[in-house]
């Protein structure tokens, strides 16, 4: 396994063309600018990742109440990791900077949730009957007795997505500047 891994790792990543980085870089930063220029914290993509969240709660529901509580979040960050998992195995820079882009973009999104835990002002999006519908982060952060750290909880996740979505752009020019030099 750990052999497999390193072998893995020891393969050279795809190059990107220098027209195909400044194709993503300015992608990235109109997303970026977009992303930051939103006050209310709820970005188009958002809509894809409140679908993957609430099958998260469907998926994971059965396997209890406090695990289909958390199954939104699970979900809605693990199905970009897996992707970018994927695209790490097969070494396809873009679209593993891509998947890793938006996993951290999730944060943001989760971050704004977090955000409403004790105003619970956000409107709240069920698959089931509206009369059972509660505010994760709020029954989350009131099981663990957390709840008066809900602003510093969403400030560091919000602070992490924002760093995690700078470090992959630069992960991906880093990578594309490498690759250049190794070619003859």
Request: charged fraction near 10%; glycine fraction near 8%.
């Amino acid at each position: 396994m750990i052999g497999h891994l390193n072998e893995i790792v020891e393969r050279d990543w795809q190059p990107v063309s220098r027209w195909a980085l400044g194709a993503w870089l300015v992608f990235y930063g109109l997303f970026l600018i977009y992303a930051f220029t939103q006050d209310h914290g709820f970005l188009f993509i958002d809509s894809a990742n409140l679908v993957v969240h609430e099958g998260g709660h469907l998926l994971f529901g059965w396997f209890g109440h406090t695990l289909g509580l958390w199954g939104g979040t699970i979900l809605q960050w693990l199905v970009p990791l897996l992707l970018a998992a994927y695209f790490f195995v097969h070494r396809q820079t873009t679209a593993f900077a891509f998947c890793m882009f938006f996993f951290f973009e999730n944060w943001i999104y989760t971050a704004t949730y977090i955000a409403d835990a004790r105003s619970m002002s956000l409107p709240l999006v069920t698959v089931g009957d509206p009369e059972f519908a509660e505010h994760d982060w709020h029954a989350i952060f009131t099981s663990l007795g957390v709840l008066q750290y809900y602003t510093r909880i969403a400030a560091t996740i919000r602070l992490l997505g924002w760093c995690g979505m700078f470090a992959t752009v630069l992960w991906l020019v880093r990578q594309s500047l490498l690759s250049k030099a190794r070619q003859p």
